[in-house]
């Protein structure tokens, strides 16, 4: 008749196992963070692109951009009569917010390249900053 009696790991091999489990963690984790960071701020890019086009939409309709007071809230709620060619909602959905969670920035200050201003802080929630910590967008010259 056989011993049928199973044997459980030590506690030596448990510790074996968690050090390397550990070790590999730290080789893999902060690439697996850095590529999150770049989504966050790839998603962010595109979401200004497709604000950029709305907000573009809804100026061939009323003949100008939103007012700084107005923001980009304009894009999916006419709350003003002043705007009786309003053909919205220009946008699926609720505005949304940055993959930061924070709103997107708007005013009607001019920069470079746009009549407006359309930019997200980053991930740093400030203006200015570097690397995933600048601001994403267009933003005029302070």
């Keep these: 008749m056989r011993n049928t009696k199973s ?8 510790i074996v196992v968690l050090v390397i489990i ?3 963690m730290g080789l893999v984790g902060p690439r697996v963070f850095k590529q999150a960071d770049k989504a966050k701020v790839q998603t962010a890019e595109a979401q200004i692109t ?5 907000l573009q939409t809804m100026r061939l309709d009323i003949n100008r951009f939103p007012t700084t007071e107005e923001g980009l ?3 999916v709620n006419n709350s003003s009569p002043a705007n009786p060619n309003w053909d919205g909602p220009y946008l699926d959905g609720d505005l949304p917010l940055d993959p930061w ?3 997107y920035q708007y005013s009607t200050q001019k920069t470079k390249n746009r009549p407006f201003e359309l930019y997200s802080f980053g991930a ?3 203006l200015g900053g570097e690397d995933y ?3 994403i967008g267009d933003i005029a010259e302070r």
């Design 101 to 103: 969670d924070r709103p």
């Design 50 to 54: 497709m604000l950029r086009g709305a």
């Design 133 to 135: 910590d600048a601001d």
């Design 22 to 24: 550990g070790l590999l």
């Design 73 to 75: 809230s304009l894009l």
């Design 7 to 14: 044997r459980g790991f030590t506690l030596l091999e448990m």
């Design 124 to 126: 740093d929630g400030q």
